[in-house]
């Protein structure tokens, strides 16, 4: 019984092999793209782990000397027991550009700090080979920096898949001899001292201690960019179920008849259920498999850009591509069959539900009432409602996150009911039989097409919103960085001593010198920074200020009053006119500046202000603004003259121009999934069309005897598809505009803690709404020229039995 | 011949079967004139509909010629056909007669509007001596067969077509209904002076008409 009903459910998909592929092929493409953005997503956190975790970063503080630490103070801190690691940090010309050398004791370092060789054991942990340590040595370099030195008068090069490009680690012997230098450069302390080991103060007096620089800020600047991604990839995968509900829907609807018939002849209910389930178990992890193959492919396309991004901004090298993990093709595999259990959910409990006497004519597929769309009104109504008083009335990500989708859910529901209203008053306006029947046929058509819609609506609305999250998201950071890099050279020098001798040679050949002081503090019981600001125009003309009192600057200038971080304000709910403590002094609040990618709270005082409150401060990093054009020779002379390692001297100018130009590729992977994602919609609405182009003969044939062409009908049919598409873009621009405002004021403030000011950018709506016609238009073709080729005889078959 | 409103000549139309070409007509010679009715008999198969679907300028014939106030419709294009279909023939047909997403009065008035000869009176008596009067507002769906032909009947007529084909018009009717269906069509088609050719299995039906071709293989028999 069982195999026998099992083969007439099949059976239907033999007589229907195109529903059966827009089945596959919408649950393929709806969980490629959601397992594609987990595969880039997982593979950039991972990456993000590496820069993270690189060599220094674990380290408890470095030990730095003015001229580098002496050998000799390396050797005498590892003989009192300290467990310390030397990093000899240099450039090395090449004929093929620089080359950052860096030379680290392979013995001392911590396991798993080299990244390991394509070749052999060194590194990772493993035995270090004796060709690395012993002259000549070893060169461990990326593939690509491999390549690109290839017939340099270097050292034999090894390929490490881990290291960042352009750079080269080497035994730090090495190394000194490459660099022409005796000492070690800094000193990592891994940590902490065995008991009874002298202080490090008194084996070696002359070393500043201080912490390892945190690399997190634009890591956290990417957590939002990444939670654009994984919003991204939850949308299209939600579209892409609009095309499996519609598929589904319509299979289950065809089969009614049979599914009585079975019923009648003995299967239980429980059965028929059981089989239907496991059909659509089976369907589902075949689309499954084959979507997160897709997914992998997507996402090895996409990487590179992802990869470009990680690269300029941390260093880290993911061009190895992805690593697929097993639970990443487990979790893809579960959320299509997932997706299909919830867009096949209405229809299996209608069949579950089916009276077996009830008349066995298949109703209208998909045929709304007015009902059933008041119904859906009211759905939409009662989402927003949801939305509204989860924004209302918690805070939180989890609420941000309930008015995103209330919002969305309640626009794809609203949208038939509006399509309704607006083609009910179109047609008022119809002249002529032609025109009157095009809006009434137009309205007839709507249910069949709204799910299709619905699936467009959610795409042009994320495109838009996204969209315009992420163009307001560039400027923005365009912004923070004019903010952050003001100043064309910033120098961090060993030492307040060398700090001033550095400040007293730059001085002549620059405008001005801004020197960057700060400390840890308690601010509001929550570890953060106060930062002493000089009184300079390059302040007080580009800082961007969230809220600002009367006077703002000189205020701050005069050490009368504090800006604060946008974190801070919003933490603690202090904006202008509030007052912060600050070791006794009830500082008033003149101001509030945006600080994206910070995650602690931070205070700006005057620089007098500073240095009258914390002169144990350290004075060793300052910024130079001077002409642009002199600013490569500046930082050259100081290098040379003082010997400092090149990250000491940063350029921040083509820091500024790579970061942006970073970013831009970063879009790229945003421009790619709008697309794809509009791909899909444009997808659900020619499998929608091409779906009821088979129930659209008996209504159109009238017509066509009645005197209509068949092409004419067909151009009809791309109008009628257009039309929709422009309605349904109208109505997703609002959509849009409200979740990039919610992404944007809503779940950015909740993830992170600072807000990004929205911008419109109606020319990118205007090459989405060209995008969303070429779309709909070019689904509506085929069902179109198969109309306008079909034999008169096949629509005679409409009226007549017969020949 | 030269008076007739149609003047079929020759006429030969084959379909594409599995082993090459089925021939359905295969030289049919008649004329019908304006005002006169004619039934098509015969059995499944012997090309009853294709005769009427070719004369209606649904369907292009393979070879002879099809006359209509003296055009040739053979030689005529897909526009030229639709344009006949919508100025001067109009055909009834057994089912699917409507359009469905328009409401009785609509459908009416549809082809009569589409052929520019709508007259809004003549609709309206029509709608009352059809009994449709309770039922303009109303969709296909919403009506039962006979009221569907009975729609499908005004509309043909509102039209005032030269030539009305009517393809087993009353097929799907039961006999009460079918006889009254009838009844109208054929006392509407007099008053507006037009021509009748009726496709029936129906000898009843048949027997109600001036004239009466049966078809048997393709031919007349």
Sequence with gaps: ?803 | MSSALLSVTNLSKSYDGAGGPVPVLRGIDFDLAAGRTLALTGESGSGKSTLLHVVGGLDTPDAGSVLIDGTDIAALDDSGRARLRRETVAVVFQQFNLIPSLDVARNIAFQARLAGRHDPDWAARLATRLGLDDHLAKYPEQLSGGQQQRVAIGRTLAARPRLVLADEPTGNLDEETGVAVLDLMLDLVAETGAALMCVTHSPALAARMERRLHLKGGRIA
Excluded at chain 1, 104 to 116: H, K, M, R, S, W
Excluded at chain 1, 462 to 491: C, H, K, P
Excluded at chain 1, 592 to 612: E, H, K, T, W
Excluded at chain 1, 666 to 673: E, G, I, P
């Design chain 1, 1 to 803: 019984m069982t195999r026998a009903a099992l083969r007439a459910l099949l059976s239907h998909w033999m007589r229907a092999p195109f529903q059966l592929v827009t089945l596959m092929a919408g649950l393929a493409i709806a969980t490629a793209l959601w397992s594609g953005v987990q595969a880039i997503n997982a593979e950039a956190r991972k990456s993000y782990d590496r820069a993270a975790t690189g060599i220094g970063a674990s380290a408890d503080s470095v030990l730095t000397a003015e001229g580098g630490v002496p050998h000799a103070v390396w050797i005498a801190l590892r003989r009192a027991g300290w467990p310390v690691t030397p990093i000899l940090e240099g450039q090395v010309d090449t004929a093929a550009g620089p080359l950052r050398l860096v030379g680290v004791d392979p013995f001392t370092l911590p396991a798993g700090e080299l990244p390991a060789m394509a070749e052999d054991g060194t590194g990772d942990g493993a035995a270090p080979a004796l060709a690395f340590i012993t002259p000549p040595g070893q060169l461990l370099v990326a593939p690509a920096t491999a390549a690109t030195l290839a017939g340099a008068d270097l050292p034999p090069m090894v390929e490490a898949p881990g290291m960042p490009p352009g750079t080269a680690y080497a035994d730090i012997g090495i190394a000194q001899s490459l660099l022409g230098r005796d000492d070690v450069g800094r000193l990592l302390v891994l940590g902490p001292p065995p008991l009874g080991a002298a202080p490090i103060a008194d084996i070696a007096p002359g070393l500043s201690q201080a912490r390892p620089e945190a690399q997190a800020d634009l890591g956290r600047l990417t957590d939002s960019f990444h939670l654009n991604l994984t919003a991204f990839g939850l949308l299209s995968f939600a579209v892409g179920l609009f095309i499996v509900r519609g598929a589904i829907g319509l299979a289950f609807e065809q089969r009614r008849q049979m599914f009585r018939t079975l019923r009648a002849l003995g299967l239980s209910r429980a059965r028929l259920l059981a089989l239907l389930t496991a059909e659509l178990m089976i369907l589902s992890l075949a689309a499954g498999t084959l979507g997160v193959a897709l997914g992998w492919l997507m996402a090895s396309l996409l990487i590179p850009d992802v990869a470009a991004t990680l690269r300029g901004l941390y260093g880290a090298d993911v061009a190895g591509g992805l690593t697929l993990a097993p639970s990443w093709w487990l979790s893809g595999l579960a959320i299509a069959v997932l997706g299909t259990g919830v867009a096949a959910a209405a229809s299996l409990w209608r069949t579950a539900t089916m009276p077996l006497l009830a008349p066995a004519q298949p109703r209208a597929w998909a045929r709304a009432s007015e009902g059933a769309l008041r119904l859906q009104g009211a759905a939409a109504l009662a989402c927003l409602a949801v939305a509204g008083i989860a924004w209302g009335a918690f805070d939180g990500l989890v609420a941000g996150f309930v008015l995103l989708g209330g919002l969305l859910i309640a626009a794809a529901l609203a949208l038939p009911v509006l399509l309704h209203v607006v083609l009910a008053g179109l047609a008022r306006t119809a002249i002529g039989p032609r025109s009157e029947w095009f809006w009434a046929d137009t309205r007839q058509q709507l249910p069949g097409l709204s799910l299709a819609l619905m699936a467009l609506l959610l795409a042009l609305a994320t495109n838009i919103g996204v969209g315009t999250m992420v163009s307001s998201f560039r400027l923005t950071f365009t912004g923070w960085l004019d903010q952050r890099l003001a100043a064309e050279l910033y120098v961090r020098a060993d030492s307040d001593a060398q700090a001033a001798r550095i400040r007293s040679f730059v001085a002549p050949r620059t405008d001005a010198i801004l020197p960057i002081r700060s400390v840890e503090a308690d601010l509001a019981g929550i570890g953060g920074e106060i930062v002493g600001v000089a009184d300079h125009p390059t302040y007080f003309d580009r800082w961007p200020l969230v809220a600002a009192g009367p006077d703002v600057w000189r205020r701050v200038g005069a050490g009368a009053a504090v800006l604060v971080n946008e974190q801070f304000a919003r933490r603690t709910g202090t904006w202008p006119g509030g007052t912060v403590d600050l070791a006794g002094w009830q500082a008033p609040v003149a101001g509030v500046y945006s600080d994206y990618g910070n995650p602690r709270p931070q205070v700006m005082i005057g620089l007098d202000r500073f240095a009258a409150m914390f002169p144990e401060a350290p004075d060793s990093q300052f910024g130079l603004r001077l002409d642009p054009g002199g600013v490569a020779a500046l930082r050259r002379a100081i290098l040379d003259r003082f010997d400092l390692p090149a990250d000491r001297v940063t350029d921040q100018a083509s820091v500024k121009q790579l970061s942006l130009s970073v970013f831009d590729r970063t879009f790229t992977v945003t421009s790619a999934l709008n697309v794809l994602t509009l791909a899909v919609s444009g997808l659900a609405i020619l499998t929608s069309l091409l779906t009821i182009a088979t129930m659209r003969r008996p209504q159109l044939a009238p017509v066509w005897a009645l005197g209509l062409t068949r092409r004419r009908l067909a151009r009809l049919e791309v109008l009628r598809a257009l039309l929709l598409a422009l309605l349904t873009f109208v109505a997703a621009i609002p959509v849009g505009l409200a979740l990039a405002w919610i992404l944007l004021a809503v779940i950015n403030v909740e993830a992170f803690g600072w807000r990004l000011p929205m911008h419109l950018f109606p020319t990118d709506w205007l090459r989405l709404l060209a995008l969303s016609a070429l779309a709909a238009a070019l689904a509506a073709a085929i069902p179109a020229r198969r109309l306008a080729r079909t034999p008169p005889a096949d629509l005679l078959k409409v009226f007549a039995h017969e020949r």
